[in-house]
C-alpha cells in the first residue's frame, strides 16, 4: 500500500518536473507581469557643457600645435550596464538597481571612462527613472600620452527612459542628465538584448 502511495504521489509530480525542466535548458522561473531584464551593451552620444570641456582639455593638455584636443561639445559613449531587482509590487513594477561604465571620446583617441550608479524603478511596459552618483575620471584622458592631472569628479545623474520591443528584441532608450560643479552632460543611450527573462 504504502508503495502504491508514493508511486501515485511521484506520478503526480512528474509532469511539475517536466514543465520546470527541460532537456538541455536550465530552470527559469515563470514569467510574471515585471519587466523584461536590460542587461546588456550601452552605446549613444553625450553633450558636454562648456565647463566640462574646459575640463576635460586642462587634463589631458594640448596637441602638438598647441591646441585643445577636445573641440567640440560632443563625444561617443561605449560601455556596458548591469542591474538587479530590489522588489516587484503586485503590480509589476521593480525597482532596480543599476551599475552603468561608459567609456567616452574613443574617436578622438582619449580615454574618458565614467561610472554611474543608479537606483530606480521600471514599469512592466518597460519605462523608467532612477538616480544616482555618477563619477568620471580625468586623470585617464589621454591614449597616446599620460596626463598631468588626475582626480575624479562627481555629479548627479538624473535617468529616464523606455525599453522598446523591436522584433522581439528588448531596446532599451534612456536620457541621462548628470549636473556637477563643472556644468552638466546630457547622454542619449541605446541598447540591444534578445533576453526575454523577467523579474
Known amino acids: ?67 585643445d ?8 559613449q561605449f560601455g556596458w550596464q548591469f542591474e538587479i531587482p530590489t522588489f516587484q509590487a503586485d503590480n509589476g513594477l521593480t525597482g532596480v538597481v543599476e551599475a552603468v561604465p561608459l567609456i567616452g571620446g574613443l574617436e578622438r583617441g582619449l580615454f574618458l571612462p565614467t561610472f554611474t550608479f543608479i537606483a530606480g524603478v521600471r514599469t512592466p511596459s518597460g519605462f523608467e527613472v532612477g538616480v544616482g552618483p555618477n563619477l568620471s575620471l580625468t586623470g585617464l584622458a589621454s591614449v597616446e600620452s599620460s596626463s598631468s592631472e588626475s582626480g575624479i569628479a562627481a555629479s548627479l545623474a538624473i535617468v529616464a527612459g523606455k525599453s522598446i520591443d523591436v522584433g522581439g528584441a528588448n531596446v532599451p532608450l534612456n536620457v541621462a542628465v548628470a549636473l556637477g560643479e563643472s556644468g552638466s552632460r546630457i547622454s542619449l543611450l541605446i541598447g540591444l538584448t534578445t533576453s526575454n527573462g523577467r523579474y
Open 69 to 76: 584636443r577636445f573641440n567640440t561639445p560632443l563625444t561617443t
Open 1 to 67: 500500500m504504502r508503495f502504491l502511495l508514493f508511486a501515485l504521489a511521484l506520478f503526480l509530480a512528474l509532469p511539475a518536473t517536466a514543465q520546470d525542466v527541460l532537456p538541455g535548458r536550465a530552470y527559469e522561473p515563470p514569467l510574471d507581469v515585471g519587466p523584461r531584464r536590460q542587461n546588456g551593451p550601452r552605446f549613444g552620444v553625450t553633450y558636454l557643457a562648456p565647463g566640462v570641456v574646459e575640463r576635460i582639455n586642462d587634463a589631458i593638455g594640448p596637441n602638438d600645435d598647441g591646441e
